[in-house]
């Protein structure tokens, strides 16, 4: 077992994405879990039309899966879950709360599985295992005593559409859409960004589009660890000779080289795709100054073109009859200055006009993206710019074009389709209202910085989780985990232990459930359930494996069974014949939905997905003009501060043997890291000029000009191929550093990829 300080070491990783280095990474966590022969065969099963759905990453699963149809990740995503260890009464038994807290991410999650309900005893801080009746009964009661409006119903892109349709149902008939997502902290920027520009808030592209495109714009995702299965269809969008111009602080290996773990001929001959064509290390919160470039060298080559006669650079057919707002945008664009964008770019202007030279050649493009642009305080217009360049030579809504935001957890996207949403505009307010007689909520609920802020000042009294470990990935941990125990409930449902379970309110449940690769057995039978990707595909899954411990309940039971306690009856919403049987789930949501869910049951398995359409692909846009919208952006930088001496911008990642606050173990592959997660990137020359020698000890400190303190010891300097005056250190551990009101203007999505901090030997 790989444990913390276990011989750490840093040195360059020589290896390709997937290939060897992939096939030894799953061997070696597969033993460690002990998984048993039924789950290996399992594997088989995953990602595939009457399998299970991957629980790691939303990626898109394909109609022709290959014989696996998993990645390194999600292999080891489908271990974690497997696992044969367990985590009961017993452990609770020997074990404190505080004594707890001295544990790592890692240490809790690796313990095992939850395998009964549990409510704390702050006389012997402890949890006690307790009988479901009663913590339903005992939950119900706590909620009815609360003001609805001081309660959160938090849920972690996870659940299926059936959980989540009741978990936003149970919220609103109780009388508050405080219905804070983990795409709060995500894609929030993609949901209100693409929403302002082109009518919807989810990407308009599907698997088929990368066979079309001829040119792919690359911006801060890192495909190798976080959507792996991605790089097939990279790797042959590449083999046809499509350009794939890549943008990121971080020469992430992923996007650099790939050998196909499933292509015995690649193994065995080492072969190696070369993913990006061109690889430019922006500065972070640099890209709104290169797409500006970008877009001023269009302008100008489209002025030539006139000038000679020539075929135009923009489509200025598709932003005569389709956009609104591109004089001034161009305006802004023309006037912006070569030297302030090189600046804010951290590339040479030479670099950038590469990329906009493939740009105005290509035919169709695809914008790929994720966290690079999304979380900054600019992570709206960084969205909204990269619509600008694609707007401007007609790249939405046509085959192989179009934003392409890559989703998180495997049904975030979902869990935003039906209902769970703070925003009324966003919810089915008149359905509601009409298929279940009540009024629902209308006031704004909160967010997840909004929660954050109310569990802070005392407002926020109950926080109910659909799974995930929030008080880790939120910002600023410190006064965070300070806050919790002046809650009166906190109601954690999940599959394992984590952080957040350590925190107490006054009355506290942790509520172990099914994961979903496991059976689900209720009233009619074993059921399925659904969720939707990236692309808007939604697939039926089906758990086959027994469960942990026969003392789980399944997500949609757990939310019955509190709903049913805690609302008056009413017979338009049968909780119990739903829990009985999920397809009554699927057709009330059909009924919600008859658009995008028509003959829901039907199609449940269809393979490849059913799509639930996306108006932008057709040219329609629903926006307030009937237009798609150019934004004019206030200036270059996305950072949302000043630069000064010794102020640098933190780049919060992801390594390779982590999924979000789940940490799988303490290697970086792809970094070159072993054996530890303190690691601090950083640029050779910024280490020259802070006097900081390799290896050595620092600490981080806060730089926000607040006035509160915050600091993390015990980073080990490591030099890092990174754009000076960025560093990287992992997250979760570091969002003790991060300021909670440093975060996205427009969509409260904490600015996690550029923080103010300094170094302190
Ligand atoms: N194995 C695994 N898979 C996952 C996850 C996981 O933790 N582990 N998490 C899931 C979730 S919830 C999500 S949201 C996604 C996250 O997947 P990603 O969107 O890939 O998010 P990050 O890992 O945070 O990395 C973002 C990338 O952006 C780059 N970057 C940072 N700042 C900037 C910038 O200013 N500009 C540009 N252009 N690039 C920048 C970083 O170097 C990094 O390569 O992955 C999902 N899949
Ligand atoms: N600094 C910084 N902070 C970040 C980010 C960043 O890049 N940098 N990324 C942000 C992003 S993109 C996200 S999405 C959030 C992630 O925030 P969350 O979604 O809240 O966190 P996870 O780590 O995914 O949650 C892991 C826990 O989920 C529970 N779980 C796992 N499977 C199931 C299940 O099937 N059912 C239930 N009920 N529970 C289950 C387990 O108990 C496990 O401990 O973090 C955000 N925070
Ligand atoms: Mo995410």
Request: aromatic share 8%.
């Given at each position: 077992?790989?444990?913390?300080?276990?011989?750490?070491?840093?040195?360059?990783?020589?290896?390709?994405?997937?290939?060897?280095?992939?096939?030894r990474s799953l061997a070696e966590i597969l033993p460690r879990e002990r998984v048993t022969p039924q789950v290996v065969a399992e594997l088989a099963r995953q990602n595939k039309p009457d399998g299970f759905m991957c629980v790691s990453c939303a990626w898109s699963k394909p109609a022709d899966a290959l014989p696996f149809e998993f990645c390194e990740e999600g292999g080891k995503a489908t271990a974690w879950e497997l696992?044969?260890?367990?985590?009961?009464?017993?452990?609770?038994?020997?074990?404190?709360?505080?004594?707890?807290?001295?544990?790592?991410?890692?240490?809790?999650?690796?313990h095992g599985r939850l395998t009964h309900p549990l409510r704390y005893d702050p006389a012997t801080d402890r949890y006690v295992a307790i009988d479901w009746a009663s913590a339903f009964d005992e939950i119900a009661a706590e909620l009815k005593a609360l003001e609805p409006?001081?309660?959160?119903?938090?849920?972690?892109?996870?659940?299926?559409?059936?959980?989540?349709?009741?978990?936003?149902?149970?919220?609103?008939?109780?009388?508050?859409?405080?219905?804070?997502?983990?795409s709060n902290m995500c894609h929030e920027s993609t949901s209100v960004g693409l929403k302002a520009a082109i009518g919807q808030p989810v990407g308009t592209t599907r698997l088929h589009d990368f066979e079309l495109c001829d040119a792919i714009l690359f911006f801060g995702q890192n495909v190798g660890s976080n959507a792996p299965r991605m790089l097939h269809p990279l790797r042959d969008a590449r083999k046809r000779g499509c350009e794939i111009i890549t943008f990121n602080p971080l020469r992430e290996r992923g996007l650099e080289r790939f050998t196909d773990p499933q292509n015995p001929v690649e193994m065995a001959t080492l072969a190696e795709t070369r993913i990006s064509t061109q690889y430019h290390q922006v500065k972070a919160g640099g890209d709104l100054a290169v797409m500006n470039g970008m877009a001023k060298l269009l302008l100008e080559w489209d002025d030539a073109a006139q000038a000679e006669g020539a075929p135009r650079v923009l489509d200025v057919e598709f932003i005569d009859a389709h956009t609104s707002g591109f004089d001034d945008f161009a305006a802004a664009v023309r006037a912006a200055d070569w030297a302030e964008i090189e600046r804010e770019a951290g590339l040479p202007r030479a670099d950038i006009e590469a990329a906009a030279r493939v740009y105005a050649k290509a035919q169709a493009v695809l914008g790929i993206y994720g966290m690079g642009l999304t979380q900054h305080v600019k992570g709206v217009e960084n969205v909204r710019m990269l619509i600008n360049l694609l707007l401007m030579?007609?790249?939405?809504?046509?085959?192989?074009?179009?934003?392409?935001?890559?989703?998180?957890?495997?049904?975030?996207?979902?869990?935003?389709?039906?209902?769970?949403?703070?925003?009324?505009?966003?919810?089915?307010?008149?359905?509601?209202?009409?298929?279940?007689?009540?009024?629902?909520?209308?006031?704004?609920?909160?967010?997840?910085?909004?929660?954050?802020?109310?569990?802070?000042?005392?407002?926020?009294?109950?926080?109910?989780?659909?799974?995930?470990?929030?008080?880790r990935a939120v910002p600023e941990t410190g006064p965070m985990e300070a806050a919790w125990p002046k809650l009166r409930l906190s109601v954690q449902i999940a599959t394992k232990l984590n952080r957040n379970h350590l925190f107490a309110g006054e009355v506290t449940y942790l509520l172990p459930c099914l994961g979903r690769i496991e059976k689900d057995v209720q009233a009619s039978g074993p059921q399925a359930v659904s969720m939707e990707d990236s692309t808007s595909c939604i697939h039926g899954s089906k758990g086959r494996i027994d469960p942990?411990?026969?003392?789980?309940?399944?997500?949609?039971?757990?939310?019955?069974?509190?709903?049913?306690?805690?609302l008056p009856e009413n017979p338009n919403v049968p909780w119990e014949a739903w829990v009985g049987n999920y397809a009554l789930v699927r057709d009330a949501i059909e009924r919600t939905y008859p658009d995008k869910f028509k003959d829901f049951n039907a199609k449940l398995f269809q393979p490849g997905g059913f799509w639930k359409g996306n108006k932008a692909t057709e040219r329609i846009w629903e926006t307030p003009t009937g237009k798609a919208e150019f934004l004019t952006p206030e200036n270059?930088?996305?950072?949302?501060?000043?630069?000064?001496?010794?102020?640098?911008?933190?780049?919060?990642?992801?390594?390779?043997?982590?999924?979000?606050?789940?940490?799988?173990?303490?290697?970086?592959?792809f970094r070159g890291v072993r054996g530890t997660r303190d690691v601090l990137f950083i640029n050779p020359s910024d280490m020259k000029k802070q006097g900081l020698r390799e290896g050595q000890k620092v600490a981080l400190v806060g730089d926000a000009g607040d006035g509160v303190e915050r600091r993390k010891d015990g980073y080990i300097v490591t030099p890092y191929s990174i754009p000076e005056g960025c560093i990287g250190a992992y997250y979760p551990e570091c969002n003790v550093l991060i300021p909670l009101e440093h975060h996205a203007k427009e969509s409260h999505v904490p600015a996690a990829k550029s923080v103010p901090v300094r170094i302190e030997a």
């Amino acid at each position: 077992m790989r444990q913390r300080g276990d011989r750490p070491e840093v040195k360059p990783f020589k290896g390709p994405a997937g290939g060897w280095g992939s096939v030894r990474s799953l061997a070696e966590i597969l033993p460690r879990e002990r998984v048993t022969p039924q789950v290996v065969a399992e594997l088989a099963r995953q990602n595939k039309p009457d399998g299970f759905m991957c629980v790691s990453c939303a990626w898109s699963k394909p109609a022709d899966a290959l014989p696996f149809e998993f990645c390194e990740e999600g292999g080891k995503a489908t271990a974690w879950e497997l696992t044969t260890q367990r985590t009961t009464p017993a452990f609770f038994q020997a074990h404190t709360l505080t004594e707890l807290r001295g544990w790592s991410d890692y240490q809790l999650e690796e313990h095992g599985r939850l395998t009964h309900p549990l409510r704390y005893d702050p006389a012997t801080d402890r949890y006690v295992a307790i009988d479901w009746a009663s913590a339903f009964d005992e939950i119900a009661a706590e909620l009815k005593a609360l003001e609805p409006k001081s309660v959160v119903f938090y849920a972690s892109g996870r659940a299926s559409l059936e959980a989540s349709y009741m978990y936003a149902l149970m919220a609103r008939m109780y009388g508050n859409q405080n219905l804070p997502d983990s795409s709060n902290m995500c894609h929030e920027s993609t949901s209100v960004g693409l929403k302002a520009a082109i009518g919807q808030p989810v990407g308009t592209t599907r698997l088929h589009d990368f066979e079309l495109c001829d040119a792919i714009l690359f911006f801060g995702q890192n495909v190798g660890s976080n959507a792996p299965r991605m790089l097939h269809p990279l790797r042959d969008a590449r083999k046809r000779g499509c350009e794939i111009i890549t943008f990121n602080p971080l020469r992430e290996r992923g996007l650099e080289r790939f050998t196909d773990p499933q292509n015995p001929v690649e193994m065995a001959t080492l072969a190696e795709t070369r993913i990006s064509t061109q690889y430019h290390q922006v500065k972070a919160g640099g890209d709104l100054a290169v797409m500006n470039g970008m877009a001023k060298l269009l302008l100008e080559w489209d002025d030539a073109a006139q000038a000679e006669g020539a075929p135009r650079v923009l489509d200025v057919e598709f932003i005569d009859a389709h956009t609104s707002g591109f004089d001034d945008f161009a305006a802004a664009v023309r006037a912006a200055d070569w030297a302030e964008i090189e600046r804010e770019a951290g590339l040479p202007r030479a670099d950038i006009e590469a990329a906009a030279r493939v740009y105005a050649k290509a035919q169709a493009v695809l914008g790929i993206y994720g966290m690079g642009l999304t979380q900054h305080v600019k992570g709206v217009e960084n969205v909204r710019m990269l619509i600008n360049l694609l707007l401007m030579r007609g790249n939405v809504g046509k085959p192989g074009a179009g934003p392409t935001p890559v989703r998180g957890h495997s049904n975030v996207q979902g869990q935003r389709t039906v209902g769970i949403t703070e925003k009324t505009e966003l919810a089915p307010v008149d359905k509601l209202r009409e298929l279940y007689h009540f009024e629902p909520p209308s006031e704004k609920g909160l967010d997840t910085v909004e929660a954050c802020r109310g569990v802070i000042d005392g407002s926020v009294r109950g926080f109910v989780a659909l799974g995930g470990n929030f008080l880790r990935a939120v910002p600023e941990t410190g006064p965070m985990e300070a806050a919790w125990p002046k809650l009166r409930l906190s109601v954690q449902i999940a599959t394992k232990l984590n952080r957040n379970h350590l925190f107490a309110g006054e009355v506290t449940y942790l509520l172990p459930c099914l994961g979903r690769i496991e059976k689900d057995v209720q009233a009619s039978g074993p059921q399925a359930v659904s969720m939707e990707d990236s692309t808007s595909c939604i697939h039926g899954s089906k758990g086959r494996i027994d469960p942990a411990s026969p003392h789980l309940l399944s997500e949609p039971a757990i939310v019955g069974a509190i709903a049913k306690r805690l609302l008056p009856e009413n017979p338009n919403v049968p909780w119990e014949a739903w829990v009985g049987n999920y397809a009554l789930v699927r057709d009330a949501i059909e009924r919600t939905y008859p658009d995008k869910f028509k003959d829901f049951n039907a199609k449940l398995f269809q393979p490849g997905g059913f799509w639930k359409g996306n108006k932008a692909t057709e040219r329609i846009w629903e926006t307030p003009t009937g237009k798609a919208e150019f934004l004019t952006p206030e200036n270059l930088s996305a950072t949302g501060f000043a630069d000064a001496d010794g102020r640098f911008r933190l780049v919060t990642l992801r390594s390779n043997d982590q999924f979000n606050t789940t940490i799988y173990g303490y290697h970086d592959r792809f970094r070159g890291v072993r054996g530890t997660r303190d690691v601090l990137f950083i640029n050779p020359s910024d280490m020259k000029k802070q006097g900081l020698r390799e290896g050595q000890k620092v600490a981080l400190v806060g730089d926000a000009g607040d006035g509160v303190e915050r600091r993390k010891d015990g980073y080990i300097v490591t030099p890092y191929s990174i754009p000076e005056g960025c560093i990287g250190a992992y997250y979760p551990e570091c969002n003790v550093l991060i300021p909670l009101e440093h975060h996205a203007k427009e969509s409260h999505v904490p600015a996690a990829k550029s923080v103010p901090v300094r170094i302190e030997a």
